[in-house]
DNA sequence: TTGGAAAGTCAACATCGCTGACATAAAGTC
DNA sequence: GACTTTATGTCAGCGATGTTGACTTTCCAA
């Protein structure tokens, strides 16, 4: 079944059901580990994934509003509202009265914010190194190329937008 | 592009922090794109991810064990037990007695389950398939070169038995 | 025959999504 | 100035899915 397709006379044998499962259950065995070192540090400090999330793209693009956090991350106001407490609390992230629209609160880490935060990327990164190494640049560019494809287009709006540096 | 790495002392561009970010980034948001689809679905039916995953893996190995869902899975018997036992209830999972030892209880997908299956798969192989298509082959032996080496060995193991056919 | 593996179940709990409703402040509009 | 919209925050409740711990039944194997 639908076990080669062609286009322009050229055989696609990387479009078979099978490859294109392969790829699937690629993403889901990868997907876990790609969570499991920030897991295991963030039950040190009783927090969780969306605790991790949010601090990265605060980290990454620092003095974001609430919105803006909102759509990139795609989760509720409510749900986001939750974290965002949390790490306010704690003294990991700051919230700052916006100076022209002042509705807004731009959102930062403190010190002991970007502490956390290099604390997650770090771990998660020595894995991504490991794999990048592993796999050889050329091997990293085509990952990066099926990934972005595979992002609906609103979440390929942000990546490409923190892409390009703030 | 892909022209920056090189062995043996000399800079490897597709290593720094940056990049490794950009990769960890767009993990992120693909994964979101990956599940979308039967997210969707599921929703009809009353159903969640880890219901698609038990159906996944059942259908992708007819017969296979509880224990063997478990590990796969990375779950606790708790957790699958809930979803195995709503999805046997409601006639989409068949489980046998094994033949030779009666301890295990062999899944099996009803002629109900390989409809839903077929439905969410469907879905998300579409996805792939258009990611695929538009990277082209090169860029797909990559992306599966990186995901594999991003697996935790455990995880690695059950990906390499599944590539090769049951 | 006894120990341990496989499976199932009950209870309790945490995280993190969701909806709905409502409040406040500030900006923008007519 | 009155009205509307936007941005944010909050309360309450719910649902899916993960966890630990305790216990039972079945049954293979040494």
Redesign the interface.
């Known amino acids: 079944m639908a076990d080669s397709g062609t286009q322009g006379g050229e055989t ?4 078979t ?1 099978e ?16 969570t ?1 070192d920030p897991d295991r540090i963030l039950e040190k400090y009783a927090y969780g994934r969306a605790h991790h ?1 949010a601090i ?1 793209f605060i980290n ?1 693009q620092p003095g974001l509003t609430v919105t803006t956090l909102l759509s990139v991350l ?1 989760v509720t106001k409510q749900s986001l509202n939750r974290v965002l407490r949390t790490l306010i609390e704690d003294g990991l992230v700051e919230s700052r009265v916006g100076r022209k629209d002042k509705r807004e609160r731009h959102l930062f880490l403190t010190e002991k914010g970007e502490a956390l935060e290099r604390e997650l ?1 770090g771990a ?2 020595e ?26 287009f609103e ?2 709006r ?2 490409q937008m ?2 390009d540096g703030t």
Do not use: N, T
């Open positions: 696609l044998l990387f479009l059901d490859q294109l499962r392969k790829g699937i259950e690629a993403m889901f065995f990868a997907y876990r580990g790609f499991a999330r990265h990454r795609g990327s998660q990164r894995r991504m190194r490991a794999a990048y190494r592993a796999a050889g640049p050329q091997a990293v560019a085509g990952f990066r190329q099926v990934l972005e494809a595979m992002m609906d979440m390929r942000h990546y923190m892409k």
